[in-house]
T-cell receptor, first 113, second 118 residues
Framework: NAGVTQTPKFRILKIGQSMTLQCTQD?????MYWYRQDPGMGLKLIYY???????DKGEVPNGYNVSRSTTEDFPLRLELAAPSQTSVYFC????????????FGEGSWLTVV | AQKITQTQPGMFVQEKEAVTLDCTYD???????LFWYKQPSSGEMIFLIY??????QNATEGRYSLNFQKARKSANLVISASQLGDSAMYFC???????????????FGGGTRLMVKP
């Protein structure tokens, strides 16, 4: 049972570089989310999507972009990486109708130096 | 104002004893959901238990139960018979509004680190 899969698990970026965090889910969930977790803190929502072709901003979207070309995939793009983007990133998904349970990926540790 | 408050940054509990992790929330929406997640040192977020605002009974899942006091806006997690593997960060979270609206995302508290002593 794959669930929500994120890659890479660890990455070190230099300031100004760009990268994409990949997220895929095999549960046919409509809703997908990207969260970031700063050290010792709870998670904050970056972007979310209600289905293929539809995305919207969350609480902390600046410096990020997303796309949703398929139901399964929801990549998160960091443009011009900054030290403030050093964080752990979680992708998550849930069902539309009875989606009380949100399934998280294992997290991606990103350090910007 | 904080929507989710967890006032215990860290707690110790003796193995096999019960422990209560506190969570208070703030919302004016009559429809909401409350969640508890466990985050072990490996980092993944593990769903533990869910309580809907209209649920009449407290949620239970094995050794986990949620003490839901709606008038006090509290949703404390009770872990019975603590085990060494329960040592982890625990996050309380709330979804305001109906589950059918994807934009009603989870808001997380700051977490409580639980340490189980042998």
């Amino acid at each position: 049972n794959a669930g929500v899969t994120q890659t890479p698990k660890f990455r070190i970026l230099k300031i100004g570089q760009s990268m994409t965090l990949q997220c895929t889910q095999d549960m046919n969930h409509n809703y997908m989310y990207w969260y970031r977790q700063d050290p010792g803190m709870g998670l904050k929502l970056i972007y979310y999507s209600v289905g293929a072709g539809i995305t919207d901003k969350g609480e902390v979207p600046n410096g990020y972009n997303v796309s949703r070309s398929t139901t399964e995939d929801f990549p998160l793009r960091l443009e011009l990486a900054a030290p403030s983007q050093t964080s752990v990133y979680f992708c998550a998904s849930r069902q539309q109708v009875s989606g009380n349970t949100i399934y998280f990926g294992e997290g991606s540790w990103l350090t910007v130096v | 104002a904080q929507k989710i408050t967890q006032t215990q940054p860290g707690m110790f509990v003796q193995e096999k004893e019960a422990v209560t992790l506190d969570c208070t929330y703030d919302t004016s929406d009559p429809s909401y959901g409350l969640f508890w997640y466990k985050q072990p040192s490996s980092g993944e977020m593990i769903f533990l238990i869910y309580q809907g605002s209209y649920d009449q009974q407290n949620a239970t899942e094995g050794r986990y139960s949620l003490n839901f006091q709606k008038a006090r806006k509290s949703a404390n997690l009770v872990i019975s018979a603590s085990q060494l593997g329960d040592s982890a960060m625990y996050f309380c979270a709330m979804r305001e509004g109906r589950a059918s609206n994807a934009g009603n995302m989870l808001t997380f508290g700051g977490g409580t680190r639980l340490m189980v002593k042998p």
